[in-house]
């Protein structure tokens, strides 16, 4: 892509690459406008602004993440395939820690995946620690542990989709591909003013991209849907590229800390700005937690259970085994995994379900999150 200072912006010059693709995007099937249009780089100089104004925002007020301070493509994956439907917060910690265990893609192809799943413990969704252990055999076996450098190539590796290949393409390579998450998805949205299909999305973000920054202005996008294009209460006094978009303070109520909440706001193809109800189901369980001479009982999850296979957790009690009084509780949990919502009731007792594991063991297996939680209530660990 040439400069873009460079071109003439008279009627009789064809428009930049970039700047037909905007244009592009905004008409092309699947594009369905608003009632109004925004002011969405439209000539080369706008979309030049655009970029400086975001990447200076993003230097100036990005948060300091430890991903962020390395090109390392393994440390970028690993932080890209925890941070999948998981907040920040709950990622920084788990991140340090699995790469003590695991700091190179050797050593995290040569471990078993018990192993890994018992660092993995208390994220969540561990079929992503599975495809983590497969891709890292696969690099070994065929790519002699190095990374595929392209976007097109890492779709190749099990568990990497188009968003983590942009990515890692994008942050350790420079490969001047854009990525769409839900955050960059939200920004698209806001800034056109138009409810985008997914291929348009993807359109907008190719061209908008800053290609001599391609990792930094992907990180960019996503640091500002993430912490200031928010779904409900977007912070657009903050904004670095509120002059671009639709969604102009004007169109909002404005609160308090400077939040803006959205006027009758319907819902938008994508849930990108308000979030679909779901209908959530109930569920009440009752464990035993037997600890006794340093162990405690722990029983294993089949390995074709559909949910949590090969796990281990806390044992069950039977339907008509389980204590009625309330004196016999010890505590009461609530646990959500996706849709279902647990009441977990913890009875301290005696079972011969189970295997016991000695304390001092306990973080070689992989716990499930609910067992996790309640150990630690116990300190047990």
Same mark, same amino acid.
């Given at each position: 892509m040439r400069p873009a200072g460079n071109w003439r912006t008279d009627v009789a010059s064809p428009a930049p690459p970039a700047i037909a693709e905007l244009r592009s995007a905004w008409t092309g099937e699947g594009a369905r406008p608003h009632t109004s249009r925004?002011?969405?780089?439209?000539?080369?100089?706008?979309?030049?602004?655009?970029?400086r104004a975001l990447l200076r925002w993003y230097d100036q007020h990005r948060r300091e993440l430890p991903w962020r301070k390395t090109r390392d493509p393994y440390r970028i994956w690993l932080s890209e395939i925890m941070l999948q439907q998981t907040r920040v917060a709950a990622v920084v910690e788990h991140y340090r820690i699995f790469?003590?265990?695991?700091?190179?893609?050797? %050593?995290?192809? %040569?471990?078993?995946?018990?192993a890994v799943l018992a660092a993995w413990s208390g994220l969540g969704y561990y079929r992503r620690?599975?495809?983590?252990?497969?891709? %890292?055999?696969?690099?070994?076996?065929?790519?002699?542990?190095?990374? =595929?450098? /392209?976007?097109?190539?890492?779709?190749?590796? =099990?568990?990497?989709?188009?968003?983590?290949?942009?990515a890692i393409?994008?942050?350790?390579?420079?490969?001047?591909?854009?990525?769409?998450?839900?955050?960059?998805?939200?920004?698209l949205q806001r800034l056109t003013g138009i409810d985008l299909a997914t291929p348009q999305t993807w359109q907008h973000a190719r061209a908008l991209l800053a290609t001599s920054r391609p990792g930094d202005f992907n990180q960019a996008m996503m640091e500002l849907g993430a912490t200031v294009c928010l779904p409900r209460q977007p912070r657009c006094p903050s904004c670095p590229v509120r002059k671009w978009c639709v969604n102009? =303070?004007? #169109?909002? #109520?404005?609160g308090a800390n400077g939040t803006i909440t959205m006027e009758g706001s319907a819902p938008q193809p994508g849930g990108t700005l308000t979030q679909p109800s779901s209908r959530r189901v109930k569920?009440?369980?009752w464990c035993v937690l037997n600890q006794r001479n340093g162990s405690i009982r722990l029983v294993q999850r089949p390995r074709k259970s559909q949910l949590m296979p090969g796990m281990w957790e806390l044992p069950q009690l039977p339907q008509k085994r389980r204590p009625t009084p309330v004196?016999?509780?010890?505590?009461?949990?609530?646990?959500?995994?996706t849709v279902t919502d647990y009441t977990v009731h913890v009875h301290r007792g005696? /079972?011969?379900?189970?295997?016991?594991? =000695?304390?001092?063991?306990?973080?070689?297996?992989?716990? /499930?999150?609910?067992t996790r939680k309640i150990l630690k209530a116990a300190s047990v660990i």
């Open positions: 925004g002011a969405c780089p439209s000539t080369s100089g706008d979309l030049g602004r655009f970029r790469l003590k265990r695991f700091p190179n893609v050797q %050593a995290l192809a %040569a471990a078993t995946e018990d620690a599975r495809m983590l252990c497969q891709s %890292a055999r696969e690099l070994v076996r065929m790519h002699g542990g190095r990374f =595929p450098q /392209t976007a097109e190539a890492l779709q190749a590796l =099990p568990g990497i989709g188009r968003y983590t290949a942009a393409a994008s942050i350790a390579f420079a490969e001047p591909v854009a990525v769409v998450d839900v955050n960059v998805e939200r920004v102009q =303070p004007s #169109n909002f #109520n404005q569920k009440e369980i004196r016999v509780v010890w505590r009461t949990f609530r646990h959500s995994i005696r /079972t011969a379900r189970g295997q016991r594991i =000695p304390v001092a063991d306990i973080s070689r297996f992989p716990l /499930t999150g609910l």
